[in-house]
């Protein structure tokens, strides 16, 4: 791979004193690194090719990382990486002890702020610009947000809030939506660089001055007169509205447009303004621009052909068995609806689309009005679906208390990514659901341990109407269990006993259950006979199955794939409560790790965490006072 232009930009320094004639050129290098790369680790494609050349334009014209730059999600950054010092590690993206996928503060003063959910870059922005204004720091800041992100009500309220403060923030709408055609020919880029120029804007000034001789409301009058003429033009009415100048759409690949409008920005405005910028996901790369999303995140890929290597499944997604099981309960009820917030293959949601596109929901990057949508269509007799990933759902937590558990509306919860998620790491793992959800009053929490659990799950979500359920279950794929033609409905609060011992009871909540069985036969093999137990519900709590298990056992060891305050910490209430902690009964539970873990492959995050066969026999040695290094045949 030739790139001596590339070769050259050890530093963003070094970029700015690049003659500008060369910048198209360095573009096309900075793709070819990219796709060389992420063909290597896999990651996000599309959108990274898409920026390359407004990522070296705002690097040349503003002097990062004095001048903020702000990435929204962030997933879109590796040129941006490229450019700022981490071209050497670039082949280490989302692997273990490598790059992060997204922008993150520890990595590089590059990344002001770090990100990898939606919509926070102008929130963000606006408190750097107010934090500069208050320390009299001269600097500008530059939220870049893509107009799926612009869905979500949070990027309106920092426009609201920037707007009434007259911030001098800078906004680039990064719109990367096929449905709206790209501004093409000459007259569009002279309108951009005409509305930023220092000319339009001296004239605008004057005009401001003159009219504010003709008192406040006609002043007012007038103003808002030509700005809605100059948004009909442009198409940024709504913005302008908002208190910020627009300018565009422009186009995103011409970089002598870029660089003007960039440069006429820094120099001649002075309150909000937002630039409308059209870009093409996967630009420069044949089989990204031809199916954006399918190379929106992608495995490694060849990169002549662009054949992803995705190795043959041994048994089907959790995702799949959840669209697929939600399909038949959808063909025995009618009242079934369901809801995604722009995530409808990520969540199986597309798989229900097909057979059901009238009862199906995509509301966008907008988990906050997917729950309380969902409230409403329960509160009048439908039975809505709202499929959230556990780390997007968080962003909805208000309205699930709130519009939902308070109300007791039966909404059901698909909870999707629960606990570590790999190259992801700690933005997307499944950490917090269990522990934030199942504190709810009213609230029913369960968690599959398998494929097949999981169909029952979905069954029996569909026959509860008393109140909400959700039910989470992992990224990935099965551990390859026989699946029912369909689901059973489960009695609520009701767990099962796999395998009987005497000594330790494991009491498994999730799919770490596989991991569970493998730990009581090794245990057995040491004369430590283990009862394993999948527990199903974390709310509400079998009581007889943990009374049992501690009035039976001299050591009680629960698993799960989530936080401290979760499923064990229930356990342990009950047993306080009930006396059951008095005889000396051993109580040991394992959750992941009260630390943000950096990504890793999964099974390697659950070793680290002592979530596997291993650290759950440990865990049982160590509470008998074993050495868990040398461990003994007690049956000799």
């Known amino acids: 791979m030739h790139t001596p232009i590339l070769d050259g930009i050890t530093d963003v320094a070094r970029l700015r004193d690049l003659e500008e004639r060369l910048l198209p050129d360095l573009a096309q ?26 990522t070296i334009a705002i690097h040349y014209v503003f002097q990062t990382p004095h001048d903020r730059l702000i990435w929204d999600v962030g997933h879109q950054c590796y040129p941006h990486k490229i450019l700022t010092g981490r071209r050497d590690r670039i082949r280490t993206l989302r692997q273990e002890g490598g790059l992060s996928g997204f922008t993150k503060r520890t990595e590089s003063e590059f990344d002001p702020f770090g990100a990898a959910h939606s919509s926070t870059s102008i929130s963000a922005g606006l408190g750097m610009v107010e934090a500069a204004r208050l320390q009299d720091i001269p600097r500008h800041v530059i939220s870049v947000i893509g107009d799926g992100a612009m869905s979500a009500g949070m990027a309106y309220e920092a426009m609201n809030n920037a707007g009434s403060l007259n911030a001098r923030q800078i906004v680039i709408l990064n719109d990367n939506d096929m449905s709206i055609a790209p ?15 220092s000319t339009y804007m001296g004239i605008r000034d004057l005009g401001k001055r003159l009219t504010a001789y003709l008192g406040r409301r006609m002043d007012r009058a007038i103003t808002r007169a030509v700005e809605h003429a100059r ?23 011409d970089l002598p447009t870029l660089l003007a409008v960039l440069r006429n920005v820094r120099d001649n405005m002075s309150g909000p303004v937002l630039i409308h910028c059209v870009t093409q996901k996967g630009k420069g790369y044949a089989p990204a621009e031809q199916a954006a999303d399918k190379y929106h995140g992608v495995s490694r890929f060849d990169v002549i052909t662009g054949a992803q290597a995705k190795p043959k499944p041994n048994a089907p997604s959790y995702t799949k068995v959840f669209g697929e099981s939600l399909v038949q309960e959808g063909r025995e009820d009618d009242r079934i609806v369901a809801i995604t917030a722009a995530m409808p293959s990520g969540t199986g949601v597309d798989i229900f689309e097909k057979e059901f596109p009238d009862r199906t929901y995509d509301v966008g990057i907008a988990e906050q009005h997917a729950v309380t949508f969902a409230a409403g269509m329960a509160a009048d ?37 629960a606990g570590f998620v790999g190259a992801d790491g700690a933005t997307h793992a499944g950490s917090f659901d269990v522990a934030f959800l199942a504190c709810l009053p009213g609230f029913v929490v369960m968690a599959a341990a ?37 689901g059973e409905v489960l009695e609520i609060g009701k767990g099962r006993v ?29 004369g430590l006979p283990a009862t394993v137990a999948d527990a199903r519900f974390a709310k509400p709590l079998d009581r007889e199955l943990v009374s049992r298990l501690a009035r039976e056992h001299e050591v009680l060891i629960t698993v799960e794939e989530g936080s401290v305050g979760g499923f064990g910490s229930h356990v342990l209430q009950y047993l306080a409560e009930n006396g059951l902690l008095d005889g000396g009964l051993k ?50």
């Open 29 to 54: 290098e900075v793709r070819s690194e990219m796709i060389d790369a992420v063909s290597r680790t896999g990651g996000h494609l599309g959108a990274g090719l898409g920026v390359v050349e407004l």
């Open 183 to 197: 501004p093409t020919g000459a007259m569009s880029a002279y309108l951009a660089r005409l509305a930023s120029g």
């Open 231 to 253: 948004g009909y033009v442009t198409g940024g009415t709504l913005f302008e509205e908002l208190g910020f100048y627009h300018i565009g759409p422009i186009d995103g690949h």
């Open 381 to 417: 007799g439908m039975k809505p679906y709202a499929a959230i990933y556990s780390t997007f759902l968080q962003r909805a937590y208000d309205q699930v208390v709130h519009d939902v558990a308070i109300q007791k509306l039966p909404v059901r919860f698909p909870i999707d990514r």
């Open 450 to 486: 398998d494929e097949a659990e999981l169909k029952h799950m979905v069954r029996t979500s569909a026959a509860y109407d008393e109140g909400p359920i959700a039910f989470r279950y992992p990224r990935g794929e099965g551990v390859g269990v026989e699946l029912p033609e369909r």
């Open 498 to 526: 796999l395998r009987e011992g005497s000594k330790i009871a494991i009491l498994s909540l999730g799919t770490r259950l596989k991991e569970a069985l493998l730990a009581a036969e090794e245990l057995e093999s040491y």
């Open 587 to 636: 109580v040991r539970p394992l959750v992941m790790p009260d630390a943000f873990v950096d990504q890793a492959k999964p099974e390697r995050m659950y070793e680290l965490a002592g979530l596997d066969r291993a650290g759950i026999v440990r865990a049982a040695l160590l509470a008998l006072g074993l050495d868990a290094a040398k461990p003994v045949d007690l049956r000799a």
